[in-house]
């Protein structure tokens, strides 16, 4: 899927935080080039991030013994942020220690199977039924209604944009001296392999 930045021109001429959404800095010296993170672009809509669902295992057993940090970034493509329910959900989760992948993998899951999820009642309904043991409503009050919410999602707009984002599903170490695109072909398989395959030679 082809990430389309003129969706975003607002947030994209203001590009000067240097606070990312996935939770880590990238500051603009070079005092210590070795990735601090692995951030995955992707979209709940995109059938190939579908599919790399399979491999977060390994992806994340290799970042774990990378001994960097892993960040699942998606982004929406057709709504407006304050529409894009299930992001802001999946954004507000992480504060849940362990929930964010449990989120994230249903989201997929609905895609996979075509559940629409459309506005924030079916999010909601949606999570009920496959994370069951978080008070989604009473949750959605507090955290996912939150503006909150929707300023990780342009900071997640913003990280991709420094990362020169083009396609979905695509992967970005951050370091100290900034943010860059890993460069993989192929197939889904083919690029899970070669991001496990960069990790191991780090």
């Known amino acids: 899927m082809m990430f389309a930045p003129r ?3 607002a947030l994209f001429r ?3 935080t240097t606070l990312l959404a996935v939770g880590v800095s990238a500051g603009a010296t070079a005092a210590e080039p070795r990735p601090v993170a692995l951030v995955e672009f992707a979209s709940f809509d995109c059938q190939f991030c579908q599919a ?3 491999h977060h295992p390994a992806i994340e057993a290799a970042v774990e013994d990378a001994e960097l940090e892993y960040r699942y970034a998606p982004l929406p493509s057709h709504t407006s942020l304050e529409r894009a329910w ?3 959900t999946y954004y507000a989760s992480r504060e849940i220690p362990g929930i964010a992948e449990e989120v994230r993998e249903a989201f997929l899951t609905a895609g ?3 559940v629409p999820l459309e ?3 079916e999010v909601l309904a949606h999570l009920e039924l496959h994370v069951p043991q978080v008070r989604w409503n009473q949750f959605s009050e507090d955290r996912i209604q939150d503006r909150s919410s929707v300023e990780a999602i342009e900071r997640a707009i913003r990280l991709a944009q420094r990362a020169e984002l083009r396609e979905y599903p695509a992967f970005a170490v951050v370091s100290r001296s900034g943010v860059e695109l890993l460069s993989l072909t192929g197939d889904v398989d083919e690029k899970a392999e070669a991001v496990i395959k960069y990790l191991e030679n780090l």
Request: net charge positive; charged share 40%.
């Open 112 to 114: 996979k199977t075509g």
């Open 119 to 121: 506005n924030l009642d």
């Open 7 to 9: 969706r975003f021109p």
């Open 86 to 88: 299930r992001e802001r």
């Open 52 to 54: 790399m669902s399979d």
């Open 14 to 16: 203001t590009l000067a």
